[in-house]
């Protein structure tokens, strides 16, 4: 479960160039492996981390919407490409440019999932947080039941108006 009673605070942990956040989860998003430095990251041990739900660092700035579509595309077999901010346990928050793909087992099927996070570009970030800005007004706007819907929408006009798919979106920021 996540955290609710976590506040927020502006305090920032910058990833260094050479780090590398790695995860693993099974199919349902419960962490069944963090690196030594998802666990600096993260701010939790290691042992409240290994079964939690991988949304025990979701930050409440970011929109549904992302995280619905970054589970279509890789419940799909496919990898996915995000900049995601997310929470400390101490309420800090780091942004990092993820790569989230399926594990798959000897007959194809999709066994876990597996995410690698870099450093992230600052210019990129100072594009993608109005975004999501915007997304996240629209979800609150929209109330719980209809919040992805309206993220989404909100993100597929922005790429039917730069006429870009959402890798291409994530590649040109
Ligand atoms: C391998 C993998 C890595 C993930 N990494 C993150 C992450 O770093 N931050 C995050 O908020 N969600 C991450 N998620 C998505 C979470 O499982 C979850 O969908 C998201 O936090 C939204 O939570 P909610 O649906 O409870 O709002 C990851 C999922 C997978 C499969």
Redesign the pocket.
């Known amino acids: 479960m996540?955290n609710r009673a976590i506040t927020p605070t502006r305090n920032e942990r910058i990833m260094r160039e050479d780090d590398f956040i790695v995860?693993?989860?099974d199919l349902k998003?419960r962490i069944t492996y963090g690196n030594e430095i998802f666990i600096e990251f993260s701010g939790y041990t290691e042992h409240e981390l290994l079964g939690s739900?991988?949304?025990i660092?979701?930050?409440p700035d970011?929109p549904?919407a992302a995280?619905k579509l970054?589970?279509d595309t890789?419940q799909a077999g496919h990898g996915f490409f995000a900049y995601?901010k997310?929470m400390s346990k101490d309420g800090g928050f780091y942004w990092?440019f993820?790569h989230?793909t399926p594990d798959f087992g000897p007959r194809g099927e999709i066994v876990g999932?597996?995410?690698v996070?870099r450093c992230p570009r600052r210019d990129a970030l100072a594009k993608i947080e109005p975004v999501y800005r915007q997304m996240l007004d629209a979800e609150r706007a929209a109330g719980t039941r209809d919040a992805i819907g309206a993220g989404t929408k909100v993100l597929t006009d922005l790429l039917q108006q730069s006429r870009m798919s959402y890798e291409q979106l994530v590649f040109a920021l």
């Open positions: 996540k995860s693993k989860t998003g739900q991988h949304n660092i979701r930050h970011m549904r995280f970054a589970w890789i995601v997310n990092v993820t989230i999932y597996y995410s996070r």
